[in-house]
C-alpha cells in the first residue's frame, strides 16, 4: 500500500516539474524575469522532492523483501513455512 502511494506521489511530482519548467520557459519568453526565477526555484525543490520519494520507494521495495524474506514463522506442531508455501 505503501509503494502505491509512493509511486502516484512520485507520478504527480513528476508531473509538477513539468509544468513548472514550461512555466518558466513561458514566463522567460515574456520577459518575466522574476517569475521565471520563482518557476526555477519551484522547480527545483520539485525535483529534489521527487528524487527524495524515489528514494523512499526504493527503501520501501528493500524493506518489502526483507520482510517477505525474514517472514517465517512457527506453528503449534512445530513446523516452519513461509507465507508462499501456502499459495496456490
Known sequence: ???????QAVRRLQQEVEAFAQLEAMA????WHRVGESACEA????????????RALDAAGELQVKAKQGHVHE??????HS?????Q
Open 1 to 7: 500500500m505503501l509503494k502505491v502511494g509512493l509511486r
Open 28 to 31: 522567460k519568453n515574456l520577459g
Open 43 to 54: 522547480r527545483k525543490s520539485l525535483s529534489q522532492a521527487t528524487a527524495d520519494a524515489n
Open 75 to 80: 506453528h503449534e506442531h512445530g513446523d516452519r
Open 83 to 87: 507465507h508462499d508455501d501456502h499459495r
